[in-house]
């Protein structure tokens, strides 16, 4: 029986309870009372192979199906300034590309043959590489994984067709104004920073063959990486093949290239990106926080509500007050190796673009201003706390969360004290960070859309910068 199921159950038993015991014939669900909830998170099994790799494994026999993922220390964070895109097309063709003795088709027709499947990826700042077999193939489809990952193929015709098809994409990439908005807040945000690069059609050209093998040679190592293994396994069984499977992988610590912090001095400025649409998108807001920072915990009740949910002030104030908007939210991204962003963001129609900026500044400096109400404070901590469990349901889900904090460097015990790190924050606390983290003053503001129809002179918000929306070359 899954994780969730168990719960279900649980609570299904203690609310049967409950309703039975009291002496009243039809009990008000309102005044129904619960004991808290006791969720322990389950641990897994961590060991460490014989040449450095790192692994996290939870047995579990209710299914015969076994997942596997990979954490690779890479990223696009590390790609020269020359080659953007060089680690996302390269996260791409480790699976595409089949392997050094097996062409991708093969590959293809072997791993549909047998139900399993394999994909890679490289973000920002971390590569991966999952697997999901029925147990019956666990044998054939770890040998496909693990030549993967060591010795990918990189084949020529699949890098070609990858790379026309990125390029396609970039010369389409202005089709979509949420995109535009998306892409230009961020460049903006992480100026003269790498994870404010995006590829362009001259950088993509430049990729070839030889530079995924060196990226790969110098990323792909035993000590940079982290296994979490889940489902229906025996731990001595299965240590045992992964042993045999990377033994001959030599250790070898990854070569990262330094990367700086990004600058934090902004001021107050406009975007604009003029395209002909009935409805404006707005992103506005700043650089946030990273993972080290001890005030994240009361970042996020602050942040929830501000813009977390349909009870937030903005969406309570722009969608329901004022209809100015379907949608309005806001995130205060926690970084994991560098600070994450702030942004505050809605789409109304363009007659109320410079109106819905100005509320939006309103609700967002009224944060630094007054204390939440106890009422604000109740909803959101609940809210995050009770939805805590759901990153747990799986198996799957639990050794990946737990691979994933050792790899970005969490320390010890981050998830066990979370909740009661969110329920002590104090309507104190958030005014205190409210103050400390948010700066209205000095937001960028980008906004897509036709400026001869805004209710306003954009330059009345701050100054105005244009954003030109050219294929990049």
Not at 11 to 28: N, P, R, V, Y
């Amino acid at each position: 029986m899954s994780l969730l199921i168990r719960i279900a159950a649980a609570l299904a038993i203690s609310l049967s309870l409950t309703a039975c015991s009291t002496t009243q014939k039809t009990a008000d669900p309102r005044a129904l009372t619960f004991a808290p909830l006791n969720f322990k998170i389950p641990k897994s099994d961590r060991i460490t192979l014989k040449n450095g790799m790192r692994v996290y494994l939870l047995e579990d026999h209710e299914l015969p199906i076994v997942h596997m993922t990979g954490f690779v220390t890479a990223g696009s964070i590390y790609d020269p300034p020359e080659m953007t895109s060089l680690a996302g097309m390269t996260g791409a063709l480790i699976r595409s590309g089949g392997t050094e003795s097996l062409k991708p088709d093969a590959l293809d027709a072997e791993l549909e043959f047998m139900a399993s499947a394999v994909e890679s990826v490289i973000g920002e700042d971390m590569g991966n590489l999952s697997m999901n077999t029925l147990t019956k193939n666990l044998d054939r489809t770890l040998e496909i994984y693990g030549d993967l990952l060591m010795k990918p193929g990189f084949d020529q015709s699949r890098l070609d067709l990858a790379k026309n098809q990125t390029i396609d994409a970039i010369r389409r990439q202005n089709d979509d104004p949420k995109g535009v908005a998306g892409r230009e807040f961020k460049k903006a945000i992480y100026e003269n920073h790498p994870l404010g690069r995006v590829a362009t059609i001259e950088s993509v050209s430049k990729i070839n063959r030889s530079d995924m093998l060196e990226l790969h040679k110098r990323y792909f190592t035993p000590q940079g990486m982290i296994l979490a293994v889940s489902g229906d396994f025996k731990r001595g069984e299965l240590i045992a093949k992964l042993e045999k499977l990377f033994g001959n992988w030599q250790p070898q610590e990854p070569k990262l290239p330094a990367v700086a912090m990004p600058e934090e001095g902004m001021v107050k400025q406009a975007l604009l990106a003029k395209k002909q649409v009935s409805q404006s998108v707005i992103r506005m807001g700043h650089l946030g926080l990273e993972k080290n920072n001890p005030d994240q915990y009361a970042i996020r009740v602050m942040d929830y509500i501000l813009g977390g949910g349909f009870t937030s002030r903005l969406t309570q104030q722009i969608r329901s007050d004022r209809g100015l908007a379907y949608h309005a939210g806001s995130r205060f991204d926690i970084g994991r190796r560098f600070p994450g962003m702030f942004i505050a963001e809605t789409e109304t129609k363009a007659e109320s673009t410079v109106l819905a900026i100005n509320l939006m500044g309103e609700i967002i400096n009224g944060m630094t201003k007054e204390l939440v109400t106890e009422e604000e404070l109740k909803q959101a901590k609940e809210s995050i706390i009770n939805s805590f469990i759901f990153g747990f349901t799986q198996p799957s889900s639990i050794v990946t969360q737990q691979a994933r904090l050792e790899f970005y460097g969490f320390p010890d015990g981050y998830l066990e004290n979370f909740r009661d790190n969110i329920a002590r924050v104090s309507r104190e606390d958030i005014l205190r960070v409210s103050k400390k983290h948010l700066h209205p003053d000095r937001m960028i503001i980008m906004v897509v859309g036709d400026d001869k129809k805004f209710d306003k002179p954009l330059s009345t918000v701050a100054p105005v910068r244009e954003i030109k929306l050219e294929t990049s070359k």
